[in-house]
Structure formats: structure tokens, C-alpha cells
């Protein structure tokens, strides 16, 4: 069974670093693209990052020249270095993969979350 875990948020001061990491296992034969979420209380859940396979990156406005994204395939890992950290980047990260397994084919996961606080 795929797992997708995030860690590595925490509470940081404003202008601060903090590096969230995602864990894929599982059965996996390949992950294809892989994408951060966040999301404030209330409020729709919205793209920060996103790479694909071949490592090619995309991001949103607020997180350019901010937040870099990047990928380990050998251990399936995908990582979100965020420096220069706002009040408002505050929210619960999220890691979304789509993977292809050999229990269920190509499927996109979603983890838990990992809550980043930024303090004034």
C-alpha cells in the first residue's frame, strides 16, 4: 500500500528557512508528478510548487524566488525549501503525488499535512 508522509514544518520567525520533505513507499513503481498544497483554515486549498518526473518546476506567485522544490527518485523523496518565510505562508502543507503502484496502478496521493507557523 502507497503511504505519501510530510514532515519537517514547524514554528519559525519571519524570514526564516524551514524544509519540508515528502516520503513516498509502498509499492511504487514509478512517481510521476509531485506537487505542495497549502492551506489556511477556511480558506480553498492552493497550488505553492510542483515538479514533474523529469524535474521540471512550476510555482505559484507568492512563492517564487522564495520556495525552491526538488526531487530524489532514488529514494523517493520530494522536498520544498522555503527561505525569506512570511506571516502569511502560514498554513498546512500538503504533499500530492501521482504514482504508479503495483497494487493500484497510476492514483494520486495525498498526506497528512505538516503545519507551517510563521511568527511576526
Known amino acids: 500500500q502507497v503511504q505519501v508522509v510530510e514532515s519537517g514544518g514547524g514554528l519559525v520567525q519571519a524570514g526564516g528557512s524551514l524544509r519540508l520533505s515528502c516520503a513516498a513507499s509502498g509499492s511504487i513503481i514509478s512517481i510521476n508528478a509531485v506537487a505542495w498544497h497549502r492551506q489556511v483554515l477556511g480558506k480553498q486549498r492552493e497550488l505553492v510548487a510542483g515538479?514533474?518526473?523529469?524535474?521540471?518546476?512550476n510555482y505559484a506567485d507568492s512563492a517564487k524566488g522564495r520556495f525552491t522544490i526538488s526531487r530524489d527518485n532514488r529514494k523517493n523523496m520530494v522536498y520544498l525549501q522555503m527561505n525569506s518565510l512570511k506571516p502569511d505562508d502560514t498554513a498546512v502543507y500538503y504533499c500530492?503525488?501521482?504514482?504508479?503502484?503495483?497494487?493500484?496502478?497510476?492514483?494520486?496521493?495525498w498526506g497528512q499535512g505538516t503545519q507551517v507557523t510563521v511568527s511576526s
Open positions: 515538479i514533474t518526473s523529469g524535474g521540471s518546476t
Open positions: 500530492n503525488a501521482l504514482i504508479y503502484s503495483g497494487d493500484s496502478g497510476l492514483k494520486t496521493y
